[in-house]
């Protein structure tokens, strides 16, 4: 077609899921990328379970900062995980509010508090 505009590649393949595990010395940081719904939310959940093993005294947290969208059932998914102990960072107006709704409805701390000193800086 003349004239047709042709995107970038990086438009035309957008990251659909992602979970990248980053460990220091003081954490485990499980990276989440992308769209969070199905079919991914089993993945999520399989992953922090998995990533709780032998933490040898890191703390386990879950990174939520490059997410795109959060489904309902992606909101049910954190929901859960909250109440089985699982700890986010995000930056996100939008994922920061999605958070703390579920961190009343589930009466816990959505956020470590070294995570939210860091991310209230940015």
């Known amino acids: 077609m003349a004239g047709a505009l042709r995107l970038p590649e990086s438009y035309c393949d957008p990251i659909m899921f992602r979970i990248s595990i980053i460990d220091t010395?003081?954490?485990?940081?499980?990276?989440?990328?992308?769209?969070?719904?199905?079919?991914?939310?089993?993945?999520?959940?399989?992953?922090?379970r998995n990533a709780g093993r032998e933490l040898?005294?890191?703390?386990?947290?879950i990174d939520l900062n490059s997410l795109t969208s959060i489904s309902r059932e992606g909101e049910d998914a954190i929901f859960d995980l909250m109440k089985e102990g699982a700890k986010f960072s995000c930056a996100g107006i939008l994922t920061r509010h999605v958070l703390k709704?579920?961190?009343?409805?589930?009466?816990?701390?959505?956020?470590?508090?070294?995570?939210?000193?860091?991310n209230v800086k940015r």
């Open 25 to 48: 010395p003081a954490q485990r940081k499980l990276v989440v990328e992308g769209k969070l719904s199905d079919p991914w939310l089993n993945e999520l959940r399989g992953t922090w």
């Open 56 to 61: 040898e005294g890191r703390k386990l947290v």
């Open 101 to 118: 709704r579920l961190a009343r409805r589930c009466q816990c701390e959505p956020v470590s508090e070294k995570e939210e000193v860091e």
